[in-house]
């Protein structure tokens, strides 16, 4: 909710860090939007004009007089966007899909933070998103804080959603890759974003 490791909501620091990367679409995850906690401040919206990017917010539960949720900015156009809730166990959990235009082309990109107590609860909502993702006939890009390591359940359920028509290659054919990393500003962990063939940069943040 943009609180950095030493107990401080700044905004500026956040904005200071995405801005160094220069991307054209950032995932943010635990965004409040006018909760108490983070002086009742829509957050998306200020980091994206701090940034100059246009802003969706996900709601994924009410909270402290306002909403908490997931988020996405971007340079690009957002011609769409949509909320997948997703089964819990937990925290109740919805990724937000935007729509983005991108030289003639659309793309989704899904801001996700999945489960953070239970494999079973994550292949849940893994699967979900799938279902839900599943008709998409242009390409498709998850970022976010899955709570998984590389070869978890989880994980191996990802990739079946791009299996189609949006996998790695038909999106360099459309010249269009990004990478996502997970990052808490003010601590020693980087963003390292990848900047694909068409010049498109993502970057992930919480």
Known sequence: HGQGMDGK???DRIARVL????PDVVALQEIDRHCERS??????AELGGRLDMEHRFGKAVPFQGGDYGVAVLSRFPIVDA???PVPGG??????????????????SLVSVHLEN???TIRTRQAEALHEA???REHPVVLAGDFNSVPGSPTLRLVPRSRDREGGPEQIQRRGLRGAARS??????DRHRPGRGPGGTQFSAAR
Request: glycine residues 10%; proline residues 7%.
């Open 9 to 11: 909501v700044d905004l």
């Open 19 to 22: 801005s160094e990367q220069k």
């Open 39 to 44: 002086g009742n401040r829509d957050l998306a």
């Open 82 to 84: 949509h909320v997948h």
């Open 90 to 107: 937990g925290e109740p959990r919805a990724p937000l899909e935007v729509v983005l235009e991108i030289a003639g082309n659309k793309l």
């Open 117 to 119: 107590s239970k494999e």
């Open 133 to 135: 993702l599943a008709g």
């Open 183 to 188: 990052s808490h500003p003010g601590t020693t």
